[in-house]
C-alpha cells in the first residue's frame, strides 16, 4: 500500500491493517513507521482525529 494512502483510508480499515500489521510483522508502531516509510507525526494525528492512539505495552492501536 501506498504511504499517502494511509491518511485517507477509511478509518475502520486503517485500524485493522494497523493492528494485523503490529501483530504479525512489527515489534512496535516506530518500527512500522520507519519500515513502511509512513510518517510517524502525521500517521499519529490521523489515528488521534479517529480517538485512538498507539498502546506500547501491548503493541496495538487502541481507542483513547
Known amino acids: 500500500m501506498n504511504p499517502s494512502n494511509y491518511l ?3 478509518g ?4 485493522s491493517i494497523l493492528n494485523m500489521k503490529l501483530r504479525d510483522f512489527y515489534p512496535s508502531f516506530d518500527a512500522l513507521c520507519e519500515d513502511l516509510q509512513l510518517d510517524f507525526t502525521l500517521l499519529t494525528k490521523r489515528l ?17
Open 12 to 15: 475502520t480499515m486503517l485500524i
Open 48 to 64: 488521534a482525529s479517529l480517538g485512538w492512539v498507539y498502546n506500547i505495552q501491548t503493541n496495538q492501536i487502541k481507542p483513547l
Open 8 to 10: 485517507t483510508i477509511d
